[in-house]
């Protein structure tokens, strides 16, 4: 399974941005789809998860701000910032939990990530 980010660029403060990750490779179930972030010096920090159900959530930082969504048609996942600021700064990451087979072992799988930068 190959995920690749895409979007990534310069935006400035206030301003709005949408990541997508494609995803290639065959998955026999997925359970969950999510963006992280990992900013300069910082721990990689989880953003927002979106469950095979639909059900999302996201973190504080970004609450009302970022939406997650997936188009399964596309085999893709995105992510909406909306009102972003410099703290938004950092390297995306998309990552999908999965399994090949029924019963199989679930996997992760990981982008190589885009840069987001937010100049104030």
């Known amino acids: 399974v190959t995920l690749v980010e895409s979007g990534g660029g310069l935006v400035q403060f206030g301003g709005s941005l949408r990541l997508s990750c494609a995803r290639s490779?065959?998955?026999?179930?997925?359970?969950?789809m999510a963006w992280y972030r990992q900013a300069p010096g910082k721990q990689r920090e989880l953003v927002a998860v979106?469950?095979?159900?639909?059900?999302?959530n996201y973190t504080d930082s970004v609450k009302g701000r970022f939406t997650i969504s997936t188009d399964s048609a596309k085999n893709t996942v995105y992510l909406q910032m909306n009102s972003v600021k410099p703290e938004d700064t950092a390297v995306y990451y998309c990552t999908v939990e999965y399994t090949t087979a029924a019963w199989g072992l679930h996997r992760n799988a990981w982008g190589q990530g885009t840069q987001v930068t937010v100049s104030s």
């Open positions: 490779g065959f998955i026999f179930q997925i359970y969950d």
């Open positions: 979106i469950t095979s159900g639909g059900a999302t």
